[in-house]
């Protein structure tokens, strides 16, 4: 298994302002993943983070919108750019460690902007 | 396209019921399929892990089952606990491990 923590844990922010939401697991991991949860809805993946290499973005995901950075295995970041009220949601990081077959969450950056 | 489905919505049941959640998922070709909870406003715990070489898998309480060729999977609850209030989501991957596919949860509220 794995432990993961996210900072922050909620945050109210203005239109037009950016937030970096960051992650950190208690191992080394290859696959680190970064999903979306809006106002009632399921989990949709964003994008896939691999150290070393560029992130992966899922259809109607862009990095312009949603930059992220993988500088090691142990932690990562995405960032909420040009933030409206459309993109307040619950932000995960999720990771699979390597044999795992699973994945594990953290605890979610709650996002709401204004 | 997969898309994953998760009747009931929402489910209310009194203590000590054993209960049923069901999943179902359009394309057979999963990798695996894992049940996960989630409480208000928190992140997700994994609950239950069947690979698409199982049938079943039990925890405790919990025993989730799997049937690739209907493209159905079941989690089944015993003795249910006011505690097991939250919503239960399962998720599929595909060919690669990776991508997980949600449903849009069940929504469980045990009554003491």
């Known amino acids: 298994s794995a432990v993961i923590s996210q900072k922050p844990s909620r945050d109210i922010c203005q239109r037009g302002t950016s937030l970096t939401i960051q992650c950190q697991v208690d191992?080394?991991?290859?696959?680190m993943f970064w999903y979306r949860q809006q106002p009632g809805q399921s989990l949709t993946l964003i994008a896939t983070a691999n150290q070393g290499s560029e992130a992966t973005y899922e259809s109607g995901f862009v990095i312009d919108k949603f930059p992220i950075s993988r500088p090691n295995l142990t932690f990562s970041t995405l960032t909420v750019s040009n933030m409206s009220p459309e993109d307040s949601s619950i932000y995960l990081c999720s990771v699979e460690p390597a044999g795992a077959y699973e994945q594990y969450f953290g605890p979610g950056t709650r996002l709401t902007v204004t | 396209k997969q898309e994953v489905t998760q009747i009931p919505a929402a489910l209310s049941v009194p203590e000590g019921e054993n209960l049923v959640l069901n999943c179902s998922f359009t394309d057979s070709a999963i990798y695996n399929l894992q049940w996960f909870r989630q409480d208000p406003g928190k992140g997700l715990t994994s609950l239950l892990l069947?690979?698409?070489?199982?049938r079943e898998q039990t925890s405790g309480r919990l025993n989730a089952s799997l049937d690739k060729s209907s493209g159905r999977s079941t989690l089944y609850i015993a003795a249910s606990q006011p505690g097991d209030s939250a919503t239960y989501l399962c998720a599929v991957s595909g060919d690669s491990s990776y991508k997980l596919i949600f449903g849009s949860g069940t929504r469980l509220l045990v009554r003491p």
């Open positions: 191992s080394q991991v290859t696959m």
């Open positions: 069947i690979q698409s070489s199982q």
